[in-house]
């Protein structure tokens, strides 16, 4: 089993950045897939962006291209989100997770095994 704990929420104005951080501990594997996610009040939880362990290929939604950047310490075990330019609809709840797929499954909540408790992101217009 291996835990995941998210840090560097927080609340910002509208055009700002954040950088997410998530530290993993525990059992790991020699290849898997970090992933973010989000979830707003009332909404499902969404795919933000991922990233492979071995060649650090990275994948992201269509609405953050361009603003976020997925990066990873594999030294550390940690997985970042840099988030800039941000906008108040990226307001949610963001989760790290770690899982195993490939392709379009890595879009999927269901194909993440382990999930961080969450940090909050408040982007105030």
């Known amino acids: 089993q291996v835990q995941l704990v998210e840090s560097g929420g927080g609340a910002v104005q509208a055009g700002g950045s954040l950088r997410l951080a998530c530290a993993a501990s525990?059992?790991?594997?020699?290849?898997?897939?970090m992933g973010w996610f989000r979830q707003a009040p009332g909404k499902e939880r969404e795919f933000v962006a991922a990233?492979?362990?071995?060649?650090?290929?990275?994948y992201y939604t269509e609405s953050v291209k361009g603003r976020f950047t997925i990066s990873s310490d594999n030294t550390k075990n940690t997985v970042y989100l840099q988030m800039n330019s941000l906008k108040p609809e990226d307001t949610a709840v963001y989760y790290c997770a770690r899982g195993f797929a490939n392709g379009p499954d890595m879009l999927k909540p269901q194909a993440y095994d382990s999930w961080g408790q969450g940090t909050q992101v408040t982007v105030s217009s």
């Open positions: 525990g059992r790991t594997f020699s290849d898997y897939v």
């Open positions: 990233i492979r362990r071995i060649g650090r290929s990275t």
